[in-house]
């Protein structure tokens, strides 16, 4: 096996179809915001291995201590004993955490373990089964992360019966209430709370009620932000009813938003950071989480997550009920503190506020273009978790459908905009993903990006989305 089509070939027959895969070829290196296939094809990544490598891949100074601690300790076990990259980590974490009350951590390898654990931690901590999650919400493939992933079927398809004791409510988000992407934020906040009462008034009563979990920016289901004023009021409800506020910042945290945490600067306006401190610490007016995931960017592509809650909290869990072989394993944690380092010296988070205005302003330029306008049907996120989402042919559900209006302006909407652009833009050398339901292409490049290759990135995305509907 040596060419590229080899290579393919072989992977096509020998890995399962159950893995899904956007673009052709085989990846050999990677260096910053470029990845490098076999045949030599160089792409321009703005999916970060899907948010992962938020600092470029194969940062010097990540996997120089990688590398330094794989010749001193690579698997410390934390079950037999602590070892010191574990600990140098919440040492290093302490004090970025959204919320002080926020001191006890474990950590695992993926984010669905995480929030696996976090479920049952809800679990056994409050003697409550429930679990509310969120309309859209992703939270992983194993079976408790499943059971509230809602994003789309296609996770859940075949797999079935899923855990039990899980009811959602909708995200604030237009489209889950069919609204149209002009509603202001209170009515989205207010529709969404009202439903979350609703919900424990007729479906799973406070008393029965563990948690709530919620991304907050929804990821998969649509890059969305939460509005403050939504977060605030989960927050009033966990509180009035002894429910736990689980915060998955798998994709939104690690500075991903411009903010340590996507939960401190949780306006709902773009690019706004007002109340937050983006030097974490926990005073800048954060929603308080009872659990925080974390995962992803928190050790730039070494497979590492964690769970962080209050010592009393944490406390209640029985010794053994947690922990996994390869949980916290110390190359990833050495990475981890690297990444920290990393971020504070290269003031990674200023760069991404930067960056983000710089490409939040281009893409509105975009939809505000005649040509393209009646394609673009909303632009959004935060930070460098950004999404456009295209006009759609046909309506996803009943109520009022804002797609079937953009039709008005006369131009058909051609079908799968999100995925033909992507693909264009793919083969045009930039690696862009998209969401699970609605038209929506997201842009989660490297948080360290420079000017000039966020502009190449824009560049491709708009002549690629030109072509395809032109
Ligand atoms: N939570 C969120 C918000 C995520 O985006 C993801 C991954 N896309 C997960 C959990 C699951 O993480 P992993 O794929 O590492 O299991």
């Not at 509230?148 to 079935?160: D, I, M, P």
């Not at 995200?171 to 209430?177: A, D, E, G, I, V």
Request: aromatic share 8%; hydrophobic share 40%; with cysteine.
């Amino acid at each position: 096996l040596s060419t590229t089509e080899q290579l393919q070939s072989f992977g096509e027959r020998h890995v399962t179809k159950g893995i899904g895969r956007i673009a052709p070829g085989v990846m050999k290196k990677a260096e910053g915001s470029y990845v490098e296939y076999l045949d030599g094809k160089r792409m321009l990544d703005f999916t970060c291995g899907i948010g992962v490598t938020n600092l470029g891949h194969c940062h010097p100074k990540v996997s120089k201590a990688a590398a330094e601690q794989c010749m001193q300790l690579v698997h410390g076990q934390c079950s037999i004993s602590f070892h010191e990259p574990y600990l140098r980590l919440i040492e290093k974490l302490l004090p970025i955490m959204p919320h002080p009350s926020l001191d006890s951590f474990f950590f695992w390898n993926s984010g669905s373990e995480a929030v696996e654990a976090a479920l049952k931690m809800a679990r056994a901590t409050t003697g409550r089964q429930n679990i509310i999650c969120m309309q859209g919400g992703y939270h992983g493939r194993t079976f408790g992360a499943m059971a509230v992933t809602r994003s789309k079927t296609g996770y859940s398809e075949g797999f079935h019966p899923l855990m039990p004791g899980v009811f959602v409510t909708p995200y604030p988000f237009w489209h889950q209430l069919g609204l149209s992407p002009s509603t202001p934020t209170q009515t989205l906040t207010q529709l969404a709370l009202n439903q979350l009462h609703l919900l424990l008034q007729q479906q799973t009563s406070p008393s029965d009620t563990a948690a709530i979990i919620i991304e907050p920016v929804l990821g998969e289901g649509g890059y969305v932000p939460a509005p403050k004023e939504f977060l605030v009021g989960l927050r009033e409800v966990c509180d009035e009813y002894g429910i736990l506020l689980i915060v998955d910042e798998v994709q939104s945290g690690f500075g991903r938003t411009g903010a340590w945490w996507a939960i401190e600067g949780s306006e709902s306006v773009e690019g706004d950071y007002e109340g937050s401190s983006s030097s974490g610490s926990g005073d800048g007016g954060a929603v308080r989480p009872d659990i925080l995931v974390m995962a992803k960017g928190l050790a730039n592509g070494f497979p590492l997550s964690g769970v962080v809650s209050r010592k009393e909290v944490t406390d209640k869990l029985k010794p053994g009920s947690m922990g996994g072989t390869y949980a916290g394993n110390a190359v990833s944690c050495a990475a981890a503190c690297a990444v920290i380092d990393a971020m504070e010296e290269e003031r990674v988070l200023e760069n991404v506020k930067e960056r983000s205005k710089h490409l939040l302003t281009s893409l509105h330029a975009l939809q505000s273009d005649p040509a393209l306008a009646p394609y673009i049907l909303d632009v959004r996120g935060r930070g460098l978790m950004v999404a456009v989402e295209f006009a759609s042919p046909a309506p996803l559900g009943g109520g009022w459908d804002p797609v079937y209006q953009n039709q008005d302006t006369g131009k058909p909407i051609p079908p799968n905009l999100a995925t033909r652009v992507a693909k264009k833009c793919i083969e045009k050398g930039l690696l862009l993903l998209t969401t699970s339901v609605y038209e929506v292409v997201r842009f989660i490049p490297a948080l360290n990006i420079g000017q000039g290759e966020m502009e190449r990135g824009v560049g491709v995305f708009e002549d690629s989305l030109r072509e395809v509907v032109g």
